[in-house]
T-cell receptor, first 114, second 115 residues
Framework: NAGVTQTPKFQVLKTGQSMTLQCAQD?????MSWYRQDPGMGLRLIHY???????DQGEVPNGYNVSRSTTEDFPLRLLSAAPSQTSVYFC?????????????FGPGTRLTVT | AQSVSQHNHHVILSEAASLELGCNYS??????LFWYVQYPGQHLQLLLK??????LVKGIKGFEAEFIKSKFSFNLRKPSVQWSDTAEYFC?????????????FGAGTRLAVHP
C-alpha cells in the first residue's frame, strides 16, 4: 500500500496562475479531504468528499475547487492563485466519515504564490 | 463555534524531562479526541485517540493522554522525552453535528528536545 500520495511536493506559482494539486489513495477509502496548514493556525479544512461524485465545502473553500470522479483520486484546483494561498496542503483519507475512523495524511504539498 | 485550543505554542525541554501539552475544546456534545504528531519534514501521524471507555489512553512511543470531560480537556503526556520527540503536536477533536463529522485541529505545539 502506498497510502495517501500527493504531487507535487513543492510548487511556486505567480499570482493569477492556476494549478491542480493531486491526491490519490489506494486503501479504498470513501472519505477524502483537503487541509491547509498555516503557522499558528493548525490545519483548516478546505473541501471534503464522502464518496465518488460527492463533495462539499469545509471551513476555507474560497479560491479552491474539487471533484471526485473516482474513489482513488481527489484533486484540488486553485483557480487563480493568490499570495494568501501560500501554505502547505495536506490530503487525508479515511474508511468512512463517521464511526471510529482514523484519517491518514499524505506527505503534503508546499505551495508558494508570489 | 467549535474550537480547539492548545495552550503552548512552543515548548523546549531537555532529554528525560517530563512533558505535558494542554488541549481544550469547546463543544458540548459527543466528541472523539486525537493527538497527531508531525516530525520535521514529514506528514501527520496519529499518536493516539480516544473514542470511549477508559479516559486514560496510551499511544505509540510512550505517549498517553487523559480525557477529562468536565474540563473539556485532553492533555498529552510523556514521562521522559527523547531528542527524537522533537516535532509539532496537534490536538484534534471530531464532533458530530449535522450530517458531517468534522475534524477540528488546534494550532499545534512545537516541541524542541535538547540532548
Amino acid at each position: 500500500n502506498a497510502g495517501v500520495t500527493q504531487t507535487p511536493k513543492f510548487q511556486v506559482l505567480k499570482t493569477g496562475q492556476s494549478m491542480t494539486l493531486q491526491c490519490a489513495q489506494d486503501m479504498n477509502h470513501e472519505y477524502m479531504s483537503w487541509y491547509r496548514q498555516d503557522p499558528g493556525m493548525g490545519l483548516r479544512l478546505i473541501h471534503y468528499s464522502v464518496g465518488a461524485g460527492i463533495t462539499d465545502q469545509g471551513e476555507v473553500p474560497n479560491g479552491y475547487n474539487v471533484s471526485r470522479s473516482t474513489t482513488e483520486d481527489f484533486p484540488l484546483r486553485l483557480l487563480s492563485a493568490a499570495p494568501s494561498q501560500t501554505s502547505v496542503y495536506f490530503c487525508a483519507s479515511s474508511l468512512i466519515p463517521g464511526g471510529t475512523y482514523e484519517q491518514y495524511f499524505g506527505p503534503g504539498t508546499r505551495l508558494t504564490v508570489t | 463555534a467549535q474550537s480547539v485550543s492548545q495552550h503552548n505554542h512552543h515548548v523546549i525541554l531537555s532529554e528525560a524531562a517530563s512533558l505535558e501539552l494542554g488541549c481544550n475544546y469547546s463543544y458540548g456534545g459527543t466528541v472523539n479526541l486525537f493527538w497527531y504528531v508531525q516530525y520535521p519534514g514529514q506528514h501527520l501521524q496519529l499518536l493516539l485517540k480516544y473514542f470511549s471507555g477508559d479516559p486514560l489512553v496510551k499511544g505509540i512511543k510512550g505517549f498517553e493522554a487523559e480525557f477529562i470531560k468536565s474540563k473539556f480537556s485532553f492533555n498529552l503526556r510523556k514521562p521522559s522525552v527523547q531528542w527524537s520527540d522533537t516535532a509539532e503536536y496537534f490536538c484534534a477533536v471530531r464532533t458530530f453535528s449535522g450530517g458531517y463529522n468534522k475534524l477540528i485541529f488546534g494550532a499545534g505545539t512545537r516541541l524542541a528536545v535538547h540532548p
